[in-house]
């Protein structure tokens, strides 16, 4: 069950802001580049995301229906890191059972408390030039 939106809203207007500087240098985080699929206005989104192999894994705590899930599925975005801008491609959809294992036990115990369940995937397809 996702959190609820006016969560997601108060996240948006207010903690997003604070976090957002620091977000892309902190370890299970990372700041989304990507650009609204109607607007054409570029969106920076914090998230807590965990690096695994050649792909980036984050939990959709609000649920698979937010809006920079919706722009980075239209096109391809980019994700800065511990400080490192990396080109990922449009995220898949990762079962829990796949998804959980690549988490830290500390994480996975919080998202069990917030019932979360689902997750996706950002696939590295590079650095930008």
Do not use: C
Not at 46 to 67: F, K
Not at 94 to 112: E, F, G, H
């Amino acid at each position: 069950m996702p959190l609820p939106g006016t969560l997601a809203r108060f996240n948006r207007l207010f903690t997003n802001r604070f976090t957002k500087p620091f977000a892309n240098r902190l370890t299970g985080f990372a700041v989304l580049h990507h650009t609204g699929r109607h607007s054409g206005i570029g969106y920076e989104t914090p998230l807590n995301a965990w690096r695994h192999e050649e792909s980036i894994v984050v939990a959709l705590t609000y649920g698979p229906d937010v809006d920079w899930l919706k722009n980075a599925l239209a096109a391809n975005s980019t994700m800065v890191m511990g400080g490192e801008t990396i080109r990922v491609g449009r995220p898949v959809s990762l079962p829990a059972d796949q998804a959980r294992p690549i988490l830290p036990k500390s994480v996975v115990r919080a998202l069990d408390l917030l019932s979360v369940d689902s997750y996706v995937a950002f696939p590295i397809i590079g650095r930008p030039n």
